[in-house]
T-cell receptor
Framework: DSGVTQTPKHLITATGQRVTLRCSPRSGDLSVYWYQQSLDQGLQFLIQYYNGEERAKGNILERFSAQQFPDLHSELNLSSLELGDSALYFC?????????????FGPGTRLLVL | TQLLEQSPQFLSIQEGENLTVYCNSSSVFSSLQWYRQEPGEGPVLLVTVVTGGEVKKLKRLTFQFGDARKDSSLHITAAQTGDTGLYLCAGGGLNKFYFGSGTKLNVKP
């Protein structure tokens, strides 16, 4: 158990819909990262938040947005969903120790768009 | 184009064999991590290497960070069926994290 929680575990929805994925980081971690992993693919970095502020952006579509709240949990909003958005979505929180930034991953949300 | 290239993409071996997987980049990283991911689950951190030339051992797994901090290798001795999974390397810089596409390892009994 990494200490990072994600809900829901599974989500099935239709094209054109909007969903919200939730992530709670490990206690004390200020950074949250969101990743998308399609079938048999590596992890694609979407976005990072640090202590409530956006810190870095990766390959995140304009239809997707995220935020980090004062209690440090984060939400990833996916709108106007397309079939190709079906994937595993992971969040990770990080603890920086000097030069070593270690990411701890949640169990993921499996999204299926029909 | 992936910033981190992993090879081979797929590897299928018999239990008891040794193997090495590679993670290469043209960029320098301040740290590099190796993760193992099982189907439907999140990646689990195996090791972090920071110093160029560093070698870390974790039971039957040996990790090496290149002298120039651009590449890394993971060697598994006497592979077991429990080693089956997707091995991902990830490079860290300031506020950025890049993952390779992974090596899918299958260890047959």
């Amino acid at each position: 158990d990494s200490g990072v929680t994600q809900t829901p575990k599974h989500l099935i929805t239709a094209t054109g819909q909007r969903v919200t994925l939730r992530c709670s980081p490990r206690s004390g971690d200020l950074s949250v990262y969101w990743y998308q992993q399609s079938l048999d693919q590596g992890l694609q970095f979407l976005i990072q938040y640090y202590n409530g502020e956006e810190r870095a952006k990766g390959n995140i579509l304009e239809r997707f947005s995220a935020q980090q709240f004062p209690d440090l949990h984060s939400e990833l909003n996916l709108s106007s969903l397309e079939l190709g958005d079906s994937a595993l979505y992971f969040c990770a929180s990080s603890a920086r120790q000097g030069l070593e930034e270690t990411q701890y991953f949640g169990p993921g949300t499996r999204l299926l768009v029909l | 184009t992936q910033l981190l290239e992993q090879s081979p993409q797929f590897l299928s071996i018999q239990e008891g064999e040794n193997l090495t997987v590679y993670c290469n980049s043209s960029s320098v990283f301040s740290s590099l991590q190796w993760y193992r991911q099982e189907p439907g689950e999140g990646p689990v951190l195996l090791v972090t290497v920071v110093t160029g030339g560093e070698v870390k051992k974790l039971k039957r797994l040996t990790f090496q960070f290149g002298d120039a901090r651009k590449d890394s290798s993971l060697h598994i001795t006497a592979a077991q069926t429990g080693d089956t999974g997707l091995y991902l390397c990830a490079g860290g810089g300031l506020n950025k994290f890049y993952f390779g596409s992974g090596t899918k390892l299958n260890v047959k009994p």
